[in-house]
T-cell receptor, first 110, second 115 residues
Framework: KQEVTQIPAALSVPEGENLVLNCSFT??????LQWFRQDPGKGLTSLLL?????REQTSGRLNASLDKSSGRSTLYIAASQPGDSATYLC?????????FGQGTTLQVKP | GAGVSQTPSNKVTEKGKYVELRCDPI?????LYWYRQSLGQGPEFLIY????????DSGLPNDRFFAVRPEGSVSTLKIQRTERGDSAVYLC?????????????FGPGTRLTVT
């Protein structure tokens, strides 16, 4: 059974710092991996999708990497801003459905 | 174009009542997914449709939960004899499996409260 773990559960950093969020999964037979952002009381916004054949994806200040063999993905956020404060969720996909981690709640202090 | 929409945004019901939650996927997306998110947790998969048929309903917790997608577009999640433990945010997502990576796009969710 696929299990997804995100560490840390919460993170607080000063504005401008570069930071890394971690995601690990137990079964390397995945189809894709998505990183989402969730603001309080809101739905999920897709940030990046990495297909199983890819190693990384970039969008603006965000970079996500995937290492299937070790069951790990990281989300790198450069030059963090207060507007980046949210919960970040990692989800691995196989046979259609997504299996989510519990998320990392990020607070970026001005 | 329009994203995934869900109605109602909030639903309060009494224990034992029946509720229906609706999802309108992105136009042209043949795959539709339902998830449930409890406070402080990541979403949990409930059911996945490809077209009109349920491709995977392994996440439905029990037979009080049922979902339909009769015309391959709008879907309705139905919960019978609601229990307080059913209180959660119900999220719907859709995707185009022919697209690169089968990226899922989520709606804003329906917050269900069972009193």
């Amino acid at each position: 059974k696929q299990e997804v773990t995100q560490i840390p559960a919460a993170l607080s950093v000063p504005e401008g710092e570069n930071l890394v969020l971690n995601c690990s999964f137990t079964d390397s037979a995945i189809y894709n991996l998505q990183w989402f952002r969730q603001d309080p009381g809101k739905g999920l916004t897709s940030l990046l999708l990495i297909q199983s054949s890819q190693r990384e994806q970039t969008s603006g200040r965000l970079n996500a990497s995937l290492d299937k063999s070790s069951g790990r993905s990281t989300l790198y956020i450069a030059a963090s801003q207060p507007g980046d404060s949210a919960t970040y969720l990692c989800a691995v996909g196989n046979t259609g459905k997504l299996i989510f981690g519990q998320g990392t709640t990020l607070q970026v202090k001005p | 174009g329009a994203g995934v929409s869900q109605t109602p945004s909030n639903k309060v019901t009494e224990k034992g009542k029946y509720v229906e939650l609706r999802c309108d996927p992105i136009s042209g997306h043949t795959a539709l997914y339902w998830y449930r998110q409890s406070l402080g947790q990541g979403p949990e998969f409930l059911i996945y449709f490809q077209g009109t048929g349920a491709a995977d309903d392994s996440g439905l917790p029990n037979d009080r939960f049922f979902a339909v997608r009769p015309e391959g577009s709008v879907s309705t999640l139905k919960i019978q004899r609601t229990e307080r433990g059913d209180s959660a945010v119900y999220l719907c997502a859709s995707s185009d499996p022919r697209g690169a990576g089968n990226e899922q796009y989520f709606g804003p969710g329906t917050r269900l409260t069972v009193t």
